[in-house]
Each structure stands twice: as C-alpha cells, then as structure tokens.
C-alpha cells in the first residue's frame, strides 16, 4: 500500500557533481523564516517608536535593536545552513563556516534513532577529525520526508569507499531504501521507517544508537 511519504529528487543544477544531502532544503523554510523576521523588523521599529516618547532617541533605538538583532542573526545562519556531497568528501556549511569530511577516511559510521512525535533517522560519521550527522528520514503519524534517491545513491556509493565494514553495512540499507522509495513501497518495507520501528520494539527510546547487527537486519 503507497504510503503518504513525499519526496523529491534533488539534481545539481549548476553543472557540478555536488548532491544536496539536506533533508529540508532552505527553500522550503525560506519563505516561513523571512516571514518571521519581517515580523521582528516590525515590532523592533513598533517598540522604538513607542519608547521614543518616554526615552532617549538612542535608548529606544537599541531596545529596538534588541529585538530585531538576535532573530536576524538566527535567520542568516539557518538560511546559510547547507549539506552537500562534493566527490567523497562531505561538506557542512554553517552560520561562520564550513567543515569537510573525508568519508574513505571515516572511523566511525553509525545510524542513530530519536522517538518522539516527529520521529528521525540520522547517520553519524567520524574521519577523525570532522564529525557530521546526516538526516536521513523524519516520520510523523503515517507519511514523513526521506533523503531523495539521488542523495541515497551518491552516499552509499562514497561510503563504499572506505574499508569500514559498518559504513558498507549502512550503505547497504540505503540501497534498500532507495529501491524502497522508487517503487513507491508502503512504510514497513523501508529499512529507516523499520529502524525506528525497531527502537520502540526494544524500549530504546528516546534516543539510541542501532548496532552492527541492527543495521544489518535492515537489510534483511
């Protein structure tokens, strides 16, 4: 039975090889973020005014600052947010900077589960000297957001890469995954819906961290 998952592919546009590996694209937030900080520019400018006619000009003016300023910054710094994968190397833009990850160099390679009303898959990778965590899926009552098939495919070929054996175990399961998304299968057929089936079967919640065999039943 389809289920009600959405989903998109993501295809590079700028005639480069780099995959987009966010869950949530910046651009499906935009529109919501720019929103709220039109909303904070107003009442910052609302509350300057009104605090002109019972303070100095210049109090005011940083009372309105106050507002508008944080919610400004934390806008800039989730629109500038970006993951992406350029070769076998993982990139991590954030609000002051970008870290790269070399994933034919990674130590650690884990699938982590959260439980909660939005439940989400993650993958949790170590070179030794970046970590990153990737999400992989969010699942609500009855649909969710997965990672799209190119990202699927482009990932586990890079983590392939590498002689890990629990990084060719996850590349494995989103194999699975990605051939679970193409024929449109329900839910309980797709190995990340299953990891997280898998958590509350064995109590594990909130948060846990799936081991080798886990990550291995996925597959099976």
Same mark, same amino acid.
């Given at each position: ?30 529109p919501r973020l720019m929103k709220i900080m039109f909303g904070a520019v107003v009442v910052a400018i609302l509350l300057a005014i009104i605090a002109s006619f019972f303070l100095p000009l210049v109090v005011a003016v ?72 990737? #999400?992989?899926? *969010?699942?609500?009552?009855? +649909?969710?957001?997965? !990672?799209?098939? /190119?990202?699927? $495919?482009?990932? %586990? ?37 299953? #990891?997280?089936? *898998?958590?509350?079967?064995? +109590?594990?919640?909130? !948060?846990?961290? /799936?081991?080798? $065999?886990?990550? %291995?039943?996925?597959?099976?």
């Amino acid at each position: 039975m389809p289920s009600s998952i959405i989903w998109r592919p993501v295809l590079p546009t700028d005639g480069s090889d780099d995959v987009d590996l966010d869950l949530v694209p910046v651009e499906f937030i935009r529109p919501r973020l720019m929103k709220i900080m039109f909303g904070a520019v107003v009442v910052a400018i609302l509350l300057a005014i009104i605090a002109s006619f019972f303070l100095p000009l210049v109090v005011a003016v940083v009372l309105g600052a106050i507002v508008v300023v944080p919610t400004s910054v934390s806008t800039w710094i989730v629109l500038r947010r970006r993951t992406w994968l350029s070769g076998n190397a993982i990139h991590v833009r954030g609000g002051f900077g970008t870290k790269q990850l070399s994933v034919p160099k990674i130590v650690t390679a884990e699938i982590a589960v959260r439980t909660a009303r939005i439940d989400n898959v993650t993958l949790r990778l170590y070179d030794g000297n970046a970590r990153v965590t990737i #999400a992989l899926a *969010l699942y609500t009552q009855g +649909g969710g957001r997965e !990672l799209p098939i /190119l990202s699927l $495919r482009k990932l %586990a070929d890079a983590l392939w890469t590498t002689e890990l054996v629990p990084a060719a175990a996850i590349a494995s399961v989103l194999v699975d995954q990605l051939k679970a998304e193409a024929r449109d299968a329900g839910l309980h057929e797709r190995p990340l819906f299953r #990891a997280i089936e *898998l958590v509350r079967a064995t +109590g594990r919640t909130p !948060l846990a961290t /799936l081991t080798d $065999r886990e990550v %291995a039943e996925l597959s099976s």
